[in-house]
């Protein structure tokens, strides 16, 4: 499997599609995602054009996962979450859907279920205020 620049990752990352942005670095990007499974779900992306965990390196992979503790940690403060979960999905057969490697941010209150994966689109100013929310705790 190879990586194909025309997914909708790629086109947020080359600012081609808006998205509701959360934190930025050299090598990672942080977003809300658009069918949130729970308040406050967000992405992190490397900018790096890795399809999935397998094919990226180690390198990514740590950036990766340095924005995601970061981002995380201010996104369950800002949802007032009592926890989170981070999931990753690789392949369509593994629930992928966007085939750039990304990790998904979960805040979790006490006792919540998850909305349907790739579900409902969620209203964008409610995105851009949690999206604020999360960024003012950075
Ligand atoms: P996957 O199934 O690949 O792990 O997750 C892809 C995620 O991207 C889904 O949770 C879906 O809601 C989200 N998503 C799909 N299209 C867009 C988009 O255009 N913008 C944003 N911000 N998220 C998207």
Same mark, same amino acid.
């Given at each position: 499997m190879t990586y194909d620049t025309s997914n909708i990752f790629a086109k947020i990352l080359r600012g081609e599609i808006p998205c509701h942005k959360i934190y930025e670095d050299e090598h990672t990007l942080a977003f809300m995602d &658009?069918?949130?499974? &729970?308040?406050?779900h967000c992405l992190v992306v490397p900018?790096?054009?890795?399809?999935?965990?397998?094919?990226?390196n180690l390198e990514t992979l740590s950036h990766v996962l340095l924005t995601t503790q970061k981002v995380a940690a201010a996104a369950i403060k800002a949802m007032k979450a009592d926890g989170f979960q981070i999931r990753q999905f690789n392949e369509a057969a593994g629930?992928?859907? &966007?085939f750039h490697l990304h990790i998904h941010i979960l805040p979790m209150k006490e006792g919540a279920t998850l909305k349907a994966h790739s579900g409902q689109m969620a209203d964008h100013a409610l995105l851009a205020e949690q999206a604020k929310k999360i960024r003012d705790l950075l």
């Open positions: &658009v069918m949130p499974q &729970v308040d406050g900018k790096a054009p890795s399809r999935g965990l397998l094919d990226a629930g992928q859907t &966007v």
